[in-house]
């Protein structure tokens, strides 16, 4: 079981950035997923990142503005969003993986509540 709190989102101006967290406690050896749902819309893959930090995965819309990093000594994972458009608007979820490290929200088996990050133009 793992129990997992997101921080750090919040109003920008386009052209910002922000430091999304993750926070988990309980067993923390997962595999580490940030996705994003905007009103009215599905949950979306945004980045992901294994267990050891070694592999990292980034969706097309955001790759080169967005980076996952992990601390596994602070049982954290980040996600640094720079250069935000009101695109990138939306909740963010930090979701965990015991088995594997990718795309697909059905693998992933816990979720945060959530935090909203809005970019506004």
Same mark, same amino acid.
């Given at each position: 079981?793992?129990?997992?709190?997101?921080? &750090? &989102? %919040?109003?920008?101006?386009?052209?910002? $950035?922000?430091r999304?967290s993750?926070?988990?406690?309980?067993?923390?050896?997962?595999?580490? %997923?940030?996705?994003?749902?905007?009103? %009215?819309?599905?949950?979306v893959?945004v980045?992901?990142?294994?267990?050891?930090?070694?592999?990292?995965?980034?969706?097309?819309?955001?790759?080169?503005?967005?980076?996952?990093?992990?601390?596994n000594?602070? +049982?954290?994972?980040?996600l640094?969003? +720079?250069?935000?458009?009101?695109?990138?608007?939306?909740?963010?979820?930090?979701?965990?993986?015991? $088995?594997?490290? &990718?795309?697909?929200?059905?693998?992933?088996?816990?979720?945060?509540? %959530?935090?909203?990050?809005?970019?506004?133009?």
């Open positions: 079981q793992v129990q997992l709190v997101e921080s &750090g &989102g %919040g109003l920008v101006q386009a052209g910002g $950035s922000l999304l993750c926070a988990a406690s309980g067993r923390t050896s997962y595999h580490m %997923g940030w996705f994003r749902q905007a009103p %009215g819309k599905e949950r893959f980045a992901a990142i294994s267990w050891s930090g070694g592999s990292t995965y980034v969706a097309d819309s955001v790759k080169g503005r967005f980076r996952i990093s992990r601390d000594a602070k +049982n954290t994972v980040y640094q969003m +720079n250069s935000l458009k009101p695109e990138d608007t939306a909740v963010y979820y930090c979701a965990a993986d015991r $088995s594997s490290v &990718g795309p697909l929200k059905y693998d992933y088996d816990y979720w945060g509540q %959530g935090t909203q990050v809005t970019v506004s133009s």
